[in-house]
């Protein structure tokens, strides 16, 4: 039997396992270059783990502790098959064992099996779209579980998933800034009317970004004389401030001019989001601008927006009576 490519024989040998109720083992492979010449693929039941049971080691703290190894699993078992490249740079399996000194695994739980458990594109878009709307990974598998009808149709476990959400967060931990920028500038390209202004520290850390979009820029123009600013969010993971910039319309009806990140509350931090608020709006600075209260920000409203009127939210100020005011003028009728 010959295969075009090493990776058609892997696929192969564990198509068989997966029938047969085993699991595989990738072995040696001897190379040329870049060319693979030989490989073997065992049962994952090959050979022996070490006989040590517990190991003994020092924690961070200096204490001795034993940690246990995991259950055996090997046996000795000698099935395999050897692959080897032909002249015509095609694969044929040179030799094969079929025989195993060990019990295969029952059709029920054969989709538990390592080597024929990944997780697959359905898989990884629902963890993304749970993720997105604040689902734990747990909840994505279960929602897998349902909709493919069984956990054995999923093709992975939970831990599975998991570790490949470790792994993705991981990979992108030291890109995720870049990653949000370049979403803005792919936002800008398809509407060259979308803006966004940012910053980065010595380090490259992103420090402050804003963007308001074309809608955004509009409804500034019809009802921009008042703008309301809430910097009491936090994003959980990043710890980054989230500002939007709120107006009311003819309706009544609240309308989005805007909004940033910043990474901390400092003066600067303001100063630079009002500055860049108003280059993008035109220059033209609002009447009046509502916030809540924070002595960084009245600062730099002062500084830069010196014509518009600054008042406090009337939401911030009940919410902070009940621990500014004492009991007995809070009870107070006429107060």
């Known amino acids: 039997m010959t295969f075009n490519t090493i ?7 564990k198509n068989y396992a997966h029938n047969a109720g085993f699991s595989v083992r990738i072995g040696q492979q001897k190379k040329e270059g870049e060319e693979i010449l030989t490989k073997r693929f065992y049962c994952s039941r090959e050979g022996y783990s070490s006989k040590e049971k517990c190991t003994e080691v020092v924690d961070q703290l200096g204490k001795k502790r034993k940690t246990h190894n995991v259950m055996e699993t090997r046996c000795g078992c000698e099935a395999h098959i050897f692959v080897k490249i032909c002249s015509d740079k095609k694969y044929q399996i040179a030799s094969m064992v079929e025989h195993h000194n060990h019990g295969f695994v029952s059709p029920d739980k054969r989709h ?7 997780v697959n594109e359905r898989a990884k878009s629902t963890l993304f779209n749970c993720h997105k709307a604040s689902i734990g990974t ?3 598998y279960r929602l897998l579980h349902v909709s493919e009808g069984g956990f054995e149709n999923v093709g992975c476990t939970l831990r599975d998933l ?9 990979k992108i931990k030291n890109a995720d800034a870049q ?12 509407n060259p009317a979308f ?3 940012f910053e980065v520290d010595k380090q490259g850390r992103l420090m402050r970004v804003f963007w308001p979009d074309a809608t955004s820029r509009k409804n500034y123009k019809l009802f921009g004389d008042v703008v309301s600013l809430d910097s009491t969010y936090t994003t959980n993971q990043y710890n980054m401030i989230f500002v939007p910039f709120t107006g009311v319309n003819h309706h ?3 309308v989005f001019l805007g909004a940033a990140f910043l990474a901390n509350e400092k003066i600067e931090s303001y100063v630079w989001l009002f500055k860049t608020f108003l280059k993008e709006m035109g220059g033209a600075a609002p009447h009046l601008i509502i916030t809540d209260e924070d002595v960084s920000m009245k600062a730099a409203i002062s500084q830069i927006l010196p014509e518009t009127a600054h008042r ?5 100020i009940m919410e902070k009576v009940p621990e500014k005011v004492p009991p007995s003028v809070r009870d107070d009728q006429d107060f």
């Open 138 to 140: 747990s909840q994505a």
């Open 162 to 170: 998991q570790n490949y959400y470790r792994d993705l967060r991981t």
């Open 112 to 118: 538990l099996l390592r080597s024929n458990r990944y």
């Open 179 to 190: 990653m949000f920028v370049a979403q803005l500038e792919r936002k800008k390209e398809v």
């Open 195 to 197: 803006f966004y202004d």
């Open 7 to 13: 990776v058609d024989a892997e696929r192969f040998y």
């Open 312 to 316: 406090l939210c009337m939401w911030h």
């Open 252 to 254: 009544l009806q609240s």
